[in-house]
């Protein structure tokens, strides 16, 4: 589905561009102005969004184990109010530079989840992880907000980057980026048996000889920096990191060494579809990515909790 | 050898432990047993290295703090009393037992596999394997979490009132299950708030009170003393029935 998905998403988008035309040039080389449009906006915002989808739910999926709490995502610890509010800053600083905003997300995703650590760090139980992040939260959004009022032009920066969407991919960032959360992905997967470990609970994890607040310190860093990637590339995109891991488990149950890659998977062929659904439903004009997911998401995510509190009769 | 020197600790600046020496001697069956707030599961989760203390814990002569954690836990496993039920079969509960052995990879080996069915076959599990946990009755549980623990092939065996909530009959059974794990070679240390079904089962008996040790010895040389009746306001007695459940009665 996903090589499906990837040969749909550079033979089609908002461009007058034929398939015809697409394979042509894949083919023969023939037409220049189609090879334009493949190597500088098509075959980049592919990349793009598979990229985006796979760390995104990937991240999730470690923000939940590490903190035992299936609501975790990038915005309950922090990372996503702390890209907000360097993207804000880097408009300020660097107004009309893109590649700025790009750069100030990850710095401000990754600084978030350093203080978070640094505040966590001394009774690092999952409770606290989760009430530092939701102060965080606050405080940056605080932040970013006064800077929008002392600076009402940088209102535009911030609100584009919180819908989300990959129209202005940089192809000179992906790679980059894409080596980083590579990394990352392997990174998570050997850590998929200590995932498991860590459901035990504390006590059991720590019985059995891993060392919790470690692991627990590693996997909240490691989606951390692929939150960052990630929103360094497509701004915020909601629900990924919420909806992909929960669809997952439903299907597959909770051995994170088989949950991992297929949420990897699923996480890239959900966004790059709705990116896809995103361009051609209302083509020649494209909506975000981040509106497109949130209209999907919502209503799927609501039905899989309902039907899961049904089932567990909570 | 289990030998616990001078160990406190301290909790949200409340001193639970005072100066505890303990001396747990290798393959017996020790019953820790004191009133609710005495201290007892604090002392064997400060054994488990899940708190900060003071003092010292060897264990095979060795200082504790300075193995590994994987080292302690390739020698020492523990169940605590409260869990929360991780939605999992029991298959993968009892391979987690395994967890410890396994090598940077943590891929289970064939012989790892082989360790899982007789863990499963030894706590009677096997026709359960692929049940999910939050489907099993309490007693049913128990027994899992005791096969992931056999799995986990330690020679010391901590366990925090794994009897607590459950019907006699499968208190018998987890009691039985211990037991045999004793007879083969097994050093037991268990919280038990059930004094008839400690004292006829433990090889050792250590009473607490306030945090501190009032009594180590058999359980046929503590019932010469007042010492239970001084902690409990019972007395103990062997059964002269020989239907009773236990070897011991309690009398007021």
Redesign the interface.
């Known amino acids: 589905m996903l090589i499906l998905l990837v040969l749909a998403s550079i033979s089609f988008g908002s461009s007058e561009t034929s398939f015809q035309e697409v394979w042509d040039y894949i083919f023969h080389h023939t037409n220049a102005t189609v090879g334009n449009i493949l190597w500088y906006v098509r075959i980049p915002r592919t990349i793009a969004t598979i990229l985006c989808g796979s760390a995104l739910a990937v991240a999730g999926l470690l923000f939940q184990s590490a903190l035992n709490n299936a609501l975790a995502s990038a915005g309950t610890i922090g990372v996503n109010s702390g890209a907000g509010l360097f993207v804000v800053l880097g408009a300020i600083l660097f107004p009309g530079v893109f590649v700025a905003k790009s750069i100030f997300a990850f710095a401000g995703s990754l600084l978030a989840a350093i203080l978070i650590f640094f505040i966590a760090r001394k009774n690092v139980s999952k409770s606290t992880i989760v009430m530092a992040g939701v102060a965080i939260s606050s405080l940056l959004t605080a932040f970013s907000d006064t800077l929008i009022t002392l600076y009402p032009d940088t209102v535009m920066d911030k609100s584009t980057f919180f819908i989300g969407g990959f129209a202005h991919v940089q192809s000179v960032s992906l790679p980059f980026i894409g080596f980083v959360v590579i990394v990352c992905l392997i990174a998570s997967y050997v850590l998929a048996t200590r995932m498991n470990v860590l459901m035990l609970g504390d006590e059991m994890a720590n019985s059995l000889g891993l060392p919790v607040v470690r692991t627990r310190y590693m996997l909240i860093f490691i989606g951390a920096i692929l939150a960052a990637c990630s929103v360094s590339v497509g701004g915020i995109l909601s629900f990924v990191g919420l909806l992909v891991p929960h669809m997952m488990r439903s299907l597959l149950g909770n051995d994170h060494r088989y949950l991992l890659p297929a949420t990897l998977l699923v996480g890239a062929i959900l966004v790059l579809g709705c990116d896809l659904l995103a361009r051609l439903v209302f083509a020649p004009f494209e909506i975000p990515v981040g509106i497109f997911l949130s209209f999907l998401g919502s209503p799927f995510f609501l039905w899989l909790i309902l039907s899961r509190c049904k089932r567990l009769q909570v | 050898m289990m030998k616990v020197s001078q160990l406190s600790v301290v909790l949200e600046h409340h001193q639970i432990l005072h100066d505890i020496s303990l001396d747990i001697r290798q393959s017996s069956f020790t019953c820790i047993v004191g009133k609710n707030g005495s201290g007892k599961s604090t002392l064997l989760?400060a054994m488990?290295?899940?708190l900060s203390y003071t003092g010292t814990i060897m264990l095979e002569s060795k200082d504790i703090t300075q193995i590994?954690?994987?080292?302690?836990?390739?020698m020492?496993?523990?169940?605590?009393q409260q869990?929360?039920i991780?939605?999992?079969n029991v298959e993968?509960?009892i391979s987690?037992?395994r967890?410890?052995h396994?090598g940077f990879?943590?891929?289970l080996q064939p012989q790892d596999i082989k360790l899982i069915q007789q863990a499963a076959k030894k706590a009677e599990v096997e026709n359960l394997l692929h049940r999910n946990l939050t489907s099993l009755s309490g007693g049913e549980r128990q027994r899992a979490y005791i096969a992931m623990m056999i799995a986990?092939d330690t020679d010391y065996i901590?366990l925090d009132e794994p009897t607590t909530f459950l019907d006699v009959e499968y208190q018998l059974d987890i009691m039985d299950l211990l037991h045999k794990l004793n007879r083969q070679g097994k050093t037991i240390i268990m919280v038990a708030h059930d004094l008839p079904q400690a004292f006829s089962y433990a090889s050792d008996i250590v009473l607490m009170d306030q945090g501190r040790i009032i009594s180590h010895s058999k359980p046929d040389e503590l019932i010469q003393t007042d010492e239970i009746y001084h902690c409990f306001g019972v007395h103990v007695r062997l059964s002269q029935n020989p239907n009773d459940l236990y070897r011991y009665t309690f009398e007021r």
Do not use: V
């Not at chain 2, 590994?68 to 390739?74: D, L, N």
């Not at chain 2, 020492?76 to 605590?80: A, E, K, S, T, V």
């Open positions: 989760k488990n290295q899940y590994s954690k994987e080292e302690r836990a390739r020492m496993c523990y169940l605590p869990r929360s991780p939605d999992m993968q509960l987690h037992g967890y410890p396994l990879s943590k891929t986990q901590l």
